[in-house]
């Protein structure tokens, strides 16, 4: 494929039909724990998305340099250390140099250390680009654009969910289904919905 | 606050549930249910890394420094997970390829670093280790039963055999992302039903009072910090 349709089909799948929540399930405790205000849901996904391209940024060389072909069995423990170490450093750089970005979205940095999402896509990055096919340039272009685009759908999983919930507060539910569960009904349709898109981007 | 070691091992089954009643590792309990199949074997994967990473965290509690635990139970996770995770490629590669990037992603699983921080690291190597037993066979219960449903419902087989497949038409939502987020809704109700029969208290919310992370949650004002006030 062409570089340029690749990573438009990166985009419209990180987006649209291979969401990261509503399709992968990856990152649902921010998803369902996170999302009551629209303001919050939307800082938290700014910060998961600044911490997946970082964390692509730095793990996708070192598994192109170092860890392939030998070492691969090391990727888990290599990977999560790795992003550890980055969000750390990111929470410092953040404090000491740039207050106000602090201030915005230093309380979500340490969650998102544990965060399935960001592990997740560091390793689809690995699995879903065909190492042998395309030049270390190229990957890296794909990779970077997939953690954005995952990042952005992301976001809009949130955003969107988190509109929904403002709504679903005032309904009248029976009391068993009360919270979790008709979040999770709702979670459901939301993700009926993007089944719709399926197949675009090819 | 002294257990006895049966209640220990029990607690992790029903009483507090890591799915249905902690309401923790809620991403490999969606992803992966398609198949009662898939169910059984990321519960025993995750079982295993639960019980080894308990025992380890118990036996060097006193070791591991307060202000660098988080970063050294991760470590000692991920470490297990990468063991199992070679030990199902060689052995199983079938489920290997079911549970794809699910099976790494144990190392995030809050279920194993919550107990890793609630329970490991203030009990002593044997309340641990039944600890994660009993917590992981509640995990795998609860995986099992909604693969099952899912399987069910959205292929009409159990275990690959054929149940209503040739019967009726399979509805294939059930096996589509939709399908988890609903079983998984229904599931929860189901056992907040039960509970509220039993006079227990029921789950309204995410699992934040068992999460690792709570604290900085709770500065993100969002529904922990009412969790909290619940209580």
């Known amino acids: 494929m062409k570089t340029t349709t690749m990573i438009v089909s990166i985009i419209l799948a990180g987006l649209l039909t291979n969401n990261m929540v509503l399709s992968k399930f990856l990152g649902i405790c921010p998803f369902l724990g996170v999302s009551k205000k629209v303001n919050t849901a939307f800082s938290m996904s700014i910060a998961v998305t600044l911490v997946m391209i970082i964390a692509t940024a730095v793990t996708y060389p070192i598994f192109y340099f170092l860890l392939r072909p030998d070492f691969e069995y090391l990727e888990t423990v290599v990977f999560i250390l790795v992003i550890a170490a980055i969000v750390q450093f990111i929470e410092i750089f953040l404090k000491k140099y740039i207050k106000p970005i602090y201030n915005a979205l230093g309380i979500y940095l340490p969650l998102i250390t544990t965060n399935c999402a960001v592990l997740g896509i560091t390793m689809l990055n690995v699995t879903d680009f065909d190492v042998n096919a395309y030049s270390f340039g190229k990957l890296y272009l794909f990779s970077l654009t997939n953690a954005l685009s995952a990042g952005l759908g992301f976001m809009l999983a949130m955003v969107l969910f988190a509109g929904i919930r403002q709504r679903l507060e005032t309904a009248d539910v029976p009391e068993f289904m009360k919270g979790l569960p008709i979040t999770l009904v709702a979670a459901a349709l939301c993700s009926l919905s993007f089944l719709g898109f399926a197949g675009i981007g090819g | ?231």
């Not at chain 2, 420094?65 to 000692?76: G, L």
């Not at chain 2, 490629?89 to 995030?108: C, H, M, Q, R, S």
């Not at chain 2, 709570?214 to 006030?229: I, Q, R, T």
Request: with cysteine; charged share 15%.
């Open chain 2, 1 to 231: 606050m002294k257990q006895s070691k049966w209640n220990v091992f029990t607690n992790g089954l029903l009483r507090e549930n890591p799915t249905l009643r902690l309401v923790l590792g809620t991403c490999p309990t969606l992803a992966v249910t398609t198949a009662a199949k898939n169910g059984v074997g990321m519960g025993i994967a995750a079982t295993i890394v639960l019980v080894c990473s308990n025992a380890v965290i118990s036996l060097l509690r006193n070791v591991i420094p307060e202000k660098v635990r988080i970063p050294a139970f991760i470590t000692i996770i991920a470490g297990f997970v990468s063991v199992v995770q070679m030990l199902v490629k060689a052995f199983l590669p079938t489920i290997d390829t079911a549970l794809g990037i699910y099976l790494p992603l144990i190392v995030v699983n809050c279920i194993i670093l919550a107990r890793a921080e609630m329970f490991a690291s203030k009990n002593s190597f044997v309340p641990s280790v039944l600890d994660g037993l009993g917590m992981g066979i509640g995990f795998t219960a609860v995986l099992t039963l909604m693969g099952a449903i899912r399987e069910f419902l959205g292929a009409g087989t159990l275990f690959s055999l054929p149940i209503t497949a040739k019967v009726i038409d399979p509805m294939i939502i059930f096996l589509l992302p939709p399908g988890g987020f609903f079983v998984f809704g229904m599931l929860v109700a189901a056992s907040n039903a039960i509970a509220k029969r039993r006079g227990k208290p029921i789950v309204e919310k995410m699992g934040c009072e068992n999460c690792p992370a709570k604290d900085s949650c709770e500065n993100a004002g969002n529904g922990c910090d009412e969790a909290k006030e619940a209580e």
